[in-house]
């Protein structure tokens, strides 16, 4: 029964393909980065991650049609898209805690780096010329 | 070696750091000047040097609450126990020094003097009327949640002891820093008061908040001080000095 009614709301194949066909290069790409030492593992994680999952709801039929009405989204395509958002999203705020966190060491870097080199520039005044 | 420190931090001052310096010199003789140059692109850094001060050259430009910060790292490393914010471009008045530190000598418990344009009604310079409604703004949102009175909290004028140095060293706000700082010290406990000093046009350069977009700058030391509302109350006073 599910799988007739699954079949029945399920997305036109044209948009699950491109959606695949998105997933697969994402995931091509983000290798890619990787083994080129461009991208690191740890910020390759969520966009695997993303590909992923966006792959299984394509090509998985009836776990998205089944998602899609359970949460109301009455056209799975819909659901397909809202997944994808949620995940852009999360990406972007992951990407505004790491720009926040190099700002802090980058700061402290830049005090540590000033208060070295005066330091510097004390010890040399103070040491007789050899 | 004194132990009492002037933190001035610049930005393209070579306008008037060197009176800046001078002026500190002559009037606050036990204190030792300490400019931060926050990665000026003109002399400033040479010109302090020149007029007799200890300079601290930032790599590049970190913004005005690094670049204080790094003011009191230095106050913390090589134990000093006053340390006084003067800006660079002229605007505070190197005779309220003395006064600041009488003020902090009067009350032990209290960690922190700041210089306020708007405890009295002499003249002095105070700012446009617009800029003056948001300080204001802010002064009574501080006094409400200080429960203290204070008139002038983006002022930029004051003196911490050890341990407001060691708080800020340690913890001080990025951006706009003046606001937020009170209230870091309201949350560790620490006991802050104002005096009245008279405040000078700046005679050049530029206000860090005149180049930001003032709205903005509303908006950020808001949210900053509604957040830092919410963030758990460290409870601890400021640490043991490391060596």
Redesign the interface.
């Known amino acids: 029964m599910i799988v007739l009614a699954a079949a029945r709301a399920a997305p036109p194949t044209y948009q699950r393909v491109a959606v695949i066909a998105i997933a697969v290069l994402v995931v091509v790409v983000v290798v890619e980065l990787v083994r080129r030492r461009r991208l690191m593992e740890r910020y390759a994680l969520l966009w695997l991650g993303a590909a992923i999952i966006l792959f299984v709801l394509a090509v998985w039929q009836g776990l998205l049609t089944t998602l899609s009405s359970e949460v109301g989204i009455r056209s799975p395509p819909n659901a397909l898209f809202a997944v994808g958002f949620a995940f852009v999203v999360v990406l972007l705020l992951s990407l505004s805690l790491v720009i926040s966190r190099l700002t802090e060491q980058n700061k402290q870097l830049a005090q540590r780096v000033a208060l070295l080199a005066d330091r510097l520039k004390q010890l040399e005044q103070e040491r007789p010329e050899t | 070696m004194s132990r009492h420190l002037a933190i001035v931090p610049a930005l393209n001052e070579a306008g008037c750091i060197a009176q800046t310096v001078t002026e500190i010199h002559q009037h606050a003789a036990g204190f030792d000047v300490l400019v931060?140059d926050d990665g000026s692109v003109d002399d400033t850094a040479a010109i302090a040097a020149a007029a007799g001060a200890?300079?601290?050259?930032?790599?590049?430009n970190?913004?005005i609450g690094?670049a204080v910060?790094?003011g009191y790292?230095?106050a913390r490393?090589n134990g000093y126990e006053v340390a006084v914010q003067v800006d660079g471009d002229g605007q505070h008045d190197a005779r309220d020094i003395p006064r600041l530190l009488a003020a902090l000598g009067e009350e032990p418990a209290v960690e922190m003097i700041t210089g306020s344009r708007f405890l009295t009604d002499e003249g002095g310079y105070r700012s446009s009327p617009l800029r003056r409604a948001g300080i204001r703004v802010f002064a009574a949102l501080i006094s409400l949640l200080t429960h203290q009175r204070v008139t002038d909290a983006t002022s930029g004028f004051r003196m911490s002891t050890r341990r407001g140095i060691e708080l800020f060293a340690r913890d001080y706000p990025?951006d706009y820093p003046e606001v937020e700082a009170i209230l870091l010290l309201h949350a560790h406990r620490l006991r802050s008061r104002e005096i009245a000093v008279t405040m000078r046009p700046r005679t050049s350069g530029r206000s860090t908040i005149a180049r930001a977009v003032p709205a903005y700058y509303m908006v950020k030391v808001l949210l900053a001080v509604f957040v830092g509302i919410l963030r758990a109350r460290p409870g601890i006073e400021a640490e043991e000095p490391r060596p």
């Open positions: 931060v200890r300079v601290i050259s930032m790599p590049f970190v913004g690094g910060q790094c790292l230095y490393d990025h």
